[in-house]
């Protein structure tokens, strides 16, 4: 994979008792008064955005990206705790008050969209540009909330008390990341596998993310909840989408688009959902132009 500049990394201790870690490209540029902070999606992580900045993105801004808690190399929430969404929330305005330069803007991809957009309508004033990719949140979810903590509990108790799972190779973790994504490069699914994985003892490899993500929150997802955030956003706001997505058909997608002001809309070609590494640079460039 072509690297142009490698990123710093670090962690960032938050007021909560965590530490997310942090890549960050530009940092000793203090001529960079914009700082672009990307927001990974679920069980992804910073690296994920490594072909991305790539392209361009680190040479005009401060670029910073963060594994979001539970994710990469970040704290996870250890044991008695849970990831309840706002949790993430909280942990970009961290990111935002500690690294933010005169100018901030957000670019988030699907759940880190949502985090970002969250932000962003809580504190328009922050917000200097802000990037959805595919970040308009999941479909409207009609489980009745009693089914959805029954659900919960019971995953958070079979995660508690199992292994989480292991691959008995990086290869065979390069697979698993092929496996649920088509579009993939063989060199993209080997990187992205070394970086997301840790090497046990035995010469096999487990993923870095904490596996209680893997359980169904006890909260349903809320479209009106979101719409109330949403319509407070006063940036202008670029929402991208990849032409190969199934997101392209999400259930009142209009609906949602109408809660910004004159959104920009972009569609990548030859990209599905993971349009940062299916077409990092058609991304990169619609980003450049959007971020000015």
Same mark, same amino acid.
């Given at each position: 994979?072509?690297?142009?500049?490698?990123?710093?990394?670090?962690?960032?201790?938050?007021?909560?008792?965590?530490?997310?870690?942090?890549?960050?490209?530009?940092?000793?540029?203090?001529?960079?008064?914009?700082?672009?902070?990307?927001?990974?999606?679920?069980?992804?992580?910073?690296?994920?955005?490594?072909?991305?900045?790539?392209?361009?993105?680190?040479?005009?801004?401060?670029?910073?990206?963060?594994?979001?808690?539970?994710?990469?190399?970040?704290?996870?929430?250890?044991?008695?705790?849970?990831?309840?969404?706002?949790?993430?929330?909280?942990?970009?305005?961290?990111?935002?008050?500690?690294?933010?330069?005169?100018?901030?803007?957000?670019?988030?991809?699907?759940?880190?969209?949502?985090?970002?957009?969250?932000?962003?309508?809580?504190?328009?004033?922050?917000?200097?540009?802000?990037?959805?990719?595919?970040?308009?949140?999941?479909?409207?979810?009609?489980?009745? $909330?009693?089914? +959805?903590?029954? =659900?919960?509990?019971?995953?958070?108790?079979? /995660?508690? !008390? *199992?292994?989480? @799972?292991?691959?008995?190779?990086?290869?065979?973790?390069?697979?698993?990341?092929?496996?649920?994504?088509?579009?993939?490069?063989?060199?993209?699914?080997?990187?992205?596998?070394?970086?997301?994985?840790?090497?046990?003892?035995?010469?096999?490899?487990?993923?870095?993310?904490? $596996?209680?993500? +893997?359980?169904? =929150?006890?909260?349903?997802?809320?479209?009106? /909840?979101? !719409? *109330?955030?949403? @319509?407070?956003?006063?940036?202008?706001?670029?929402?991208?989408?990849?032409?190969?997505?199934?997101?392209?058909?999400?259930?009142?997608?209009?609906?949602?688009?109408?809660?910004?002001?004159?959104?920009?809309?972009?569609?990548?070609?030859?990209?599905?959902?993971?349009?940062?590494?299916?077409?990092?640079?058609?991304?990169?460039?619609?980003?450049?132009?959007?971020?000015?």
């Amino acid at each position: 994979m072509r690297t142009v500049t490698s990123p710093s990394q670090r962690r960032l201790p938050l007021s909560t008792g965590l530490a997310l870690s942090l890549l960050e490209w530009g940092a000793d540029d203090a001529a960079r008064d914009h700082t672009v902070i990307l927001v990974h999606g679920f069980l992804d992580l910073a690296w994920g955005f490594a072909p991305l900045v790539d392209h361009g993105l680190s040479k005009r801004h401060h670029v910073v990206a963060p594994d979001m808690r539970g994710h990469g190399d970040s704290d996870r929430v250890g044991a008695g705790g849970y990831y309840h969404f706002m949790d993430y929330v909280a942990d970009l305005a961290s990111v935002v008050e500690h690294v933010g330069r005169a100018r901030v803007s957000l670019v988030g991809h699907s759940m880190g969209g949502s985090v970002a957009a969250y932000f962003a309508g809580a504190f328009p004033e922050r917000v200097h540009r802000l990037a959805l990719l595919e970040g308009l949140g999941p479909p409207q979810d009609d489980t009745p $909330p009693p089914v +959805l903590v029954q =659900g919960w509990l019971r995953a958070w108790k079979r /995660v508690r !008390e *199992s292994d989480a @799972r292991t691959y008995p190779s990086l290869e065979a973790a390069a697979e698993r990341l092929r496996g649920g994504d088509p579009l993939l490069s063989d060199e993209l699914a080997r990187f992205f596998a070394e970086r997301g994985t840790v090497a046990l003892p035995d010469g096999s490899r487990r993923f870095k993310h904490d $596996p209680l993500h +893997l359980t169904r =929150g006890p909260y349903p997802f809320r479209l009106d /909840v979101a !719409e *109330s955030f949403w @319509r407070k956003i006063s940036c202008p706001v670029l929402l991208v989408e990849g032409a190969e997505s199934p997101f392209r058909h999400l259930e009142n997608l209009e609906r949602r688009v109408a809660c910004f002001a004159s959104p920009e809309r972009v569609v990548i070609d030859g990209a599905a959902h993971m349009i940062q590494r299916h077409q990092p640079a058609a991304l990169a460039n619609a980003l450049l132009q959007f971020l000015g």
